[in-house]
């Protein structure tokens, strides 16, 4: 399940909307999750590095993400965050939990507050292939914390959201995602979870009577992939 974003944004005229977010949406959001006994929901983290600092960004998540535990707890919810990016002077920067050495270090100190295993981590692969981050050592850091996985592949330019190996040519081999370091990271580190797509977009690109089979297609990479991880 996905929590609906953004939780928090800074700056004048927020106060309303990131107190009904906080106190209404995020509460409500664990008791749906709670009912239809969903083990996994991905809350965004608050990006703040570009306002206040980077320091400063991690603390604020970290005390809000604490703050989130009795309730995920309550309704036997574990919480991941997921990797972020911003758009800064008219280019796409690294965001929060961009890092994954960051992101396990905050989502360690997290567990170590609960005293269990009650966070982890959702790697969006276009978010990661946007800011340049290598797969196969995003993967492979993040490694038993990663539960979730939000696929699709885009240009390095924009969140295009499109089905994996749109963009990697012999000619043009480092434009999309590198999904041979993926899928090897995601071996490595024994991953046993659901290969979720994040395709939705790309179904506007085929005729509607291509719909069905442009899913069919999506959902054969996702068995290549599969039988490459347990190979």
Not at 86 to 99: K, P, S, T
Not at 115 to 126: A, I, P, V
Request: glycine fraction near 10%.
């Amino acid at each position: 399940m996905h929590a609906p974003y953004p939780v928090f944004v800074p700056g004048p005229g927020r106060e309303k909307q990131n107190a009904y977010m906080m106190e209404n949406v995020i509460p409500k959001s664990f008791l749906f999750a709670g009912f239809m006994d969903i083990p996994y929901m991905v809350i965004h983290p608050w990006k703040l590095q570009y306002y206040l600092g980077k320091e400063v960004e991690t603390e604020r998540n970290f005390e809000y993400f604490r703050s989130l535990i009795d309730m995920a707890r309550e309704n036997d919810v574990v919480i991941c965050l997921e990797n972020l990016y911003e758009g800064q002077a008219g280019r796409i920067v690294e965001g929060v939990c961009a890092d994954p050495h960051d992101a396990a270090t905050l989502i360690d100190r997290l567990n170590d507050a609960a005293g269990e295993e009650r966070f982890g981590f959702c790697l969006d692969t276009g978010h990661m292939n946007l800011v340049g981050r290598d797969s196969y050592e995003m993967v492979t850091t993040l490694g038993h914390r990663l539960k979730i996985l939000h696929i699709h592949d885009n240009d390095g330019i924009g969140d295009l959201h499109q089905m994996p190996f749109t963009f990697r040519t012999e000619s043009v081999a480092d434009l999309g995602v590198d999904w041979d370091g993926f899928i090897c990271g995601l071996r490595d580190i024994g991953f046993d979870g659901t290969l979720s797509f994040e395709t939705f977009p790309c179904m506007n690109s085929f005729p509607t009577p291509m719909k069905e089979q442009a899913l069919k297609t999506i959902a054969e990479i996702g068995a290549y992939m599969r039988g490459k991880i347990e190979g």
